[in-house]
């Protein structure tokens, strides 16, 4: 039996290595195969306008000093007749080149809709402002796009970035291979998962885009108030005077507060859909531009600040944000540079994540349990950035483990271990209900997993004497409940507790149109898919889905029937709950679920893998020896992806 497991062993390792080839090829590929890359900023609202015969001055800032061509964006048609004359400035006015000519017939582009303007024999100044001056002179008016600040541009440049991206890859595959090698030599001790879980966590923060995740700026403005002791404050001005995505208080006022301009400027940072409209906007980039974000840091820190609002994360405390609190405070103690906050707020909440992940690991027998839930590279996503639900998703996996202990160790819940193990769980669901309540209720749950050893002060003797009557009085209670809310009170009492998280129209809308919300919840549900799988680059996302379920299959089971149907209903209802909570934040009309995504339905995974097991103990000892392999390699390989 040995020997097979040796053999697997090996298999997997050969098949590991040859997966990372794979992927580093892949990347080697796409990272020699870009020489060039686009750059688009947004001013403004966009605008279609005609014009014929007059002269448009373009301020643009450089994004690069290897700027080959502007692209402007133009009819949808038909190319149009005529030329344009251009020529470009800088900031005090100075010509930078010739005045040239571009016969426009044949040369618009009528797949991308936009005209090149060769820029390349230019020298550009990263960070600096340029004024680019077109002339147009057309037979007929045309219709073009245009944004707050003129003509919409973007910016062609050469990428000089390919010897970094080399490198961390390089670096990458070093930590993988350790990490294989740790896992062969030792197995997935508790060292090595500490490891494994630090360094996928850091990895993340490091590699992921400035504000990439969702929601992610505001949780990190959140955080920085929370490291200046909440003395940054927010100030209320009225909400009719702002633009943009604000919180507003009971008066009406916007609630907003001031953060360094550099951090402002970071999460401007990406190639399409960003938001540089400067007041107060708190939303998220999907990707990145690495030269714009090494020019950033390339030149001084800016000066002043920039005034952004808090929305839906005001009312958050340290219990959400105390990681990232601490790493900022103490960089900003240190003299770090306002820019280099967002990684350090990330790196402390993925350390913080791998220390209670740590902690689960050790308490309970299910490693393969917690070790799955902890090294989804999808959970890394958040465990490396500012947004919360990451370290909500470790605490949850911790609380799981202490009711395992107890569970596991069939301690009373009065001795002095036991009791100690309770404290620490309620501490946990404290901070959970203060972060969200519904994932507060799946731990509550969780208390239904503990065993008759677990109560073993009650009087079983006496309780099973008259278990009779208790049963009858307890279904008595039950329908006496029944009956008050919906036969005596109509279901008002019950509808009041409803209407607390699902506004009164949002559940009369769903009961008048169930199939209809139903087939809304399909339609995510399937987007959901595919936006996970987007979200990793397609990488391992299938092998890692089925390697879970198999290693979960073959793991000891530890629970009975009822409790493995206790556990699926558990999960049901917390999806149900999500699914609700999460379609209030939408018009019951608007014909779409907005909470229904991975990042709400992961921290009820824990729960529904422990009803999975169907093994015994002699598949235990061999999955133990086998899975680890596959695992560091499946959790490790996203990483790779990531540097494009």
């Known amino acids: 039996m040995k020997e097979r497991i040796r053999a697997v062993r090996m298999a997997v390792l050969i098949l590991a290595v040859l997966n990372l080839l794979v992927l580093d090829i892949g990347q ?20 279609k306008r005609e014009i014929q015969n007059e002269t448009l001055r373009t301020p643009f800032e450089a994004v690069s000093d290897t700027l080959t061509c502007l692209q402007l964006w133009g009819p949808q048609v038909q190319a149009p007749e005529g030329a344009l004359l251009w020529w470009i400035e800088d900031e005090a006015g100075n010509l930078l080149c010739e005045e040239q000519q571009e016969e426009l017939q044949g040369i618009w582009h ?58 961390v890859l390089l670096i990458l595959n070093l930590l993988i291979v350790a990490g294989l090698a740790a896992v062969w030599r030792f197995g997935l001790t508790h060292q090595v998962f500490l490891g494994l879980a630090a360094g996928t966590g850091v990895a993340a923060a490091l590699l992921l885009a400035p504000f990439s995740r969702d929601d992610e700026f505001r949780h990190f403005v959140r955080a920085y108030d929370l490291s200046c002791g909440g003395q940054e404050g927010y100030y209320a001005v009225p909400g009719e005077d702002v633009v943009g995505n604000v919180s507003m208080d009971a008066q009406g006022r916007a609630q907003l507060i001031r953060i360094p301009k550099e951090i402002s400027e970071m999460r401007t940072i990406a190639h399409e859909g960003n938001y540089d409209r400067i007041t107060y906007f708190a939303e998220t980039n999907l990707d990145v531009c690495a030269p714009r974000l090494l020019s950033l840091f390339r030149r001084p820190e800016a000066e002043g600040t920039q005034e952004v609002s808090e929305l839906a994360v005001v009312e958050k405390g340290w219990e959400s944000y105390w990681p990232q609190a601490i790493l900022i405070a103490l960089g900003r103690l240190l003299g770090v540079r306002s820019g280099l906050w967002c990684y350090l707020a990330s790196i402390g909440q993925a350390l913080a994540c791998a220390l209670l992940l740590w902690t689960a690991f050790r308490l309970t027998k299910q490693k393969a349990l917690v070790a799955l839930c902890g090294l989804i590279p999808t959970v890394a996503f958040f465990r490396g950035s500012s947004n919360p639900d990451g370290l909500m998703m470790a605490e949850i996996v911790l609380a799981l483990a202490l009711i395992l202990r107890l569970r596991e160790q069939g301690m009373s819940l009065l001795k002095k271990q036991g009791i100690l193990l309770l404290v620490l769980y309620f501490v946990l669901v404290l901070q959970v209900l203060r972060m969200k309540l519904p994932y507060a209720l799946l731990c509550l749950g969780f208390l239904l997993l503990l065993k008759k050893e677990n109560f073993s002060f009650l009087p079983w003797s006496l309780l099973n004497a008259h278990r009779v009557w208790l049963i009858a009085a307890g279904a008595a209670l039950c329908g006496a409940a029944a009956l008050y809310l919906i036969g005596i009170r109509k279901g008002d009492l019950l509808l009041q507790v409803v209407y607390q998280f699902v506004p009164k129209e949002h559940a009369e809308y769903f009961c008048a149109h169930f199939w209809s919300y139903t087939h809304m919840f399909l339609g995510r549900g399937k987007g959901l898919l595919v936006e996970t799988y987007h979200a990793m680059h397609g990488s391992c996302l299938v092998s890692y889905a089925l390697f879970a379920a198999v290693v979960l299959l073959l793991c000891e089971r530890t629970c009975n029937l009822w409790c493995r149907c206790y556990q699926v209903f558990l999960f049901l209802c917390m999806l149900g709950m999500v699914v609700l909570v999460g379609y209030t934040f939408m018009p019951p009309d608007y014909g779409a679920i907005w909470g229904v995504t991975y990042r709400y339905i992961l921290p009820s995974l824990p729960i529904l893998a422990l009803a999975l097991p169907f093994g015994t103990q002699k598949t235990q000892e061999a999955v133990e020896q086998i899975y680890p392999l596959p695992l560091v390699v499946l959790a490790s390989a996203p990483c790779l992806t990531w540097i494009w």
């Open 110 to 167: 009528d797949r991308n809709q936009c005209t090149e303007l060769d820029v390349s024999a230019i020298a550009f100044s990263p960070s600096e402002t340029y004024v680019l001056v077109v002339q147009f002179q057309l037979k007929r008016p045309v219709e073009l796009t245009v944004d707050g600040k003129g003509l919409m541009l973007t910016q062609r440049y050469r990428r000089t970035d390919q010897g970094m991206r080399y490198l």
């Open 28 to 47: 080697v590929r796409q990272i020699h195969s870009n020489p060039e890359e686009g750059y688009w900023r947004q001013h403004g609202l966009e605008e």
